[in-house]
């Protein structure tokens, strides 16, 4: 019984510390932000500090995403303490957007995931 108890103990370490490796990798917590400018939004999540570059897709159809923009290159990120270890909230502005037009948008990466 010893041993089969060890087995099953051992085999749950693996499934959670996978679960756990991989449920983290995922953007979090997004958020959009209104700006003055009105064809301005400002997209906002959290990351994992290995995530390594996320980024914002988005555009007029739910499939396809034409558009892209990528936290190096336009956003604010640091560490999110609260979040736990090495947390960093990413920031990017979406500019120049149409008035009274529905946005699709995504956030992550292929390698980490994207949010839904």
């Known amino acids: 019984m010893a041993v089969a108890t060890r087995k099953a103990s051992a085999l749950l370490a693996v499934w959670l510390a996978s679960l756990s490796a991989a449920v983290s990798a995922f953007p979090e917590q997004v958020r959009l ?3 003055q400018k009105k064809e301005d939004i400002i997209v906002t999540w959290v990351t994992p500090y290995w995530a390594g570059t996320s980024f ?4 007029e159809n739910q499939w396809y995403f034409p558009e892209s923009k990528w936290t190096q ?3 604010n990120y640091g560490y999110a303490g609260g979040y736990g270890d090495g947390m960093y909230a990413r920031s990017v502005r979406l ?3 149409k008035a009274d037009t529905k946005y699709y948008y995504k956030v992550g990466n292929d390698k ?3 949010s839904k």
Request: no cysteine.
């Open 33 to 35: 932000s209104l700006v």
């Open 56 to 59: 914002v897709q988005y555009g």
């Open 73 to 75: 290159e336009n956003s």
């Open 95 to 97: 500019q120049g957007l």
């Open 112 to 114: 980490q995931g994207w």
